[in-house]
């Protein structure tokens, strides 16, 4: 089925944003997916930042993400990538937030999202910042073939409510559909947050970006 297909293609595309050569080693497991609700705000506990999720978008719950992942991690247990490189193993890489348009499984064309993946950089001295991240993920898309038709040729800086991220910007066709993929970076201590935000036209791509816009820090 074309959605399937679309949901497994991007399932290993997810992944790409954390194959750096070798493995990061994560002793304790802090929750980083701590959290709290006021409304359409969502409070991050462990990063300590804020953002605001569109109306009629659907955050899902841990549950879904678990399942979400191991989903994806069937997917890569069927393909050329080891679980240990992507860094499932070990904690190195967490979803710690993923929002949709539609409900999972909705009769949509497509189903408009954000996820916001962390990982563990701390054993990555040369990334300085979301740009040096970034500029890894570009290389990887560019030795991939799932669909790649553009992609930028480096990450420049943005500047959301006085932190510097740095963004890159993506294009597939899959079947003849065309689909955009936006990464949003900024690296916070020993972590890397990334926001992946995947669309088809320009509405789509409006409503995610005011959730990225809404993004601020506490400290």
Do not use: W
Request: with cysteine; aromatic share 14%; hydrophobic share 40%.
């Amino acid at each position: 089925m074309k959605h399937s297909n679309l949901q497994k293609a991007f399932s290993i595309i997810q992944f790409f944003f954390v194959l750096l050569t070798g493995c990061t080693t994560e002793n304790k497991k802090p929750d980083l997916k701590e959290y709290t609700m006021a409304g359409d705000v969502y409070h991050n506990h462990f990063f300590n930042f804020k953002l605001t999720i569109p109306v009629n978008y659907i955050k899902l719950d841990e549950d879904q993400v678990d399942r979400m992942n191991l989903n994806t991690v069937e997917i890569l247990e069927g393909s050329d990538f080891s679980i240990d490189q992507v860094g499932m193993g070990n904690n190195q890489f967490n979803t710690i937030l993923a929002v949709f348009k539609y409900e999972l499984g909705a009769g949509v064309d497509f189903n408009p999202s954000f996820q916001l993946i962390t990982q563990n950089v701390k054993d990555f001295p040369g990334i300085k910042n979301g740009g040096d991240y970034l500029f890894h993920v570009s290389k990887l898309y560019d030795q991939t073939f799932f669909g790649l038709e553009s992609i930028d040729d480096r990450a420049i800086k943005v500047n959301i409510n006085g932190l510097e991220f740095h963004n890159l910007n993506a294009t597939f066709d899959f079947a003849g559909q065309i689909i955009y993929q936006n990464s949003y970076a900024v690296k916070k201590g020993d972590y890397i947050m990334n926001g992946i935000l995947t669309f088809t036209d320009d509405v789509q791509k409006n409503e995610l970006e005011e959730m990225v816009k809404s993004i601020e820090f506490f400290n």
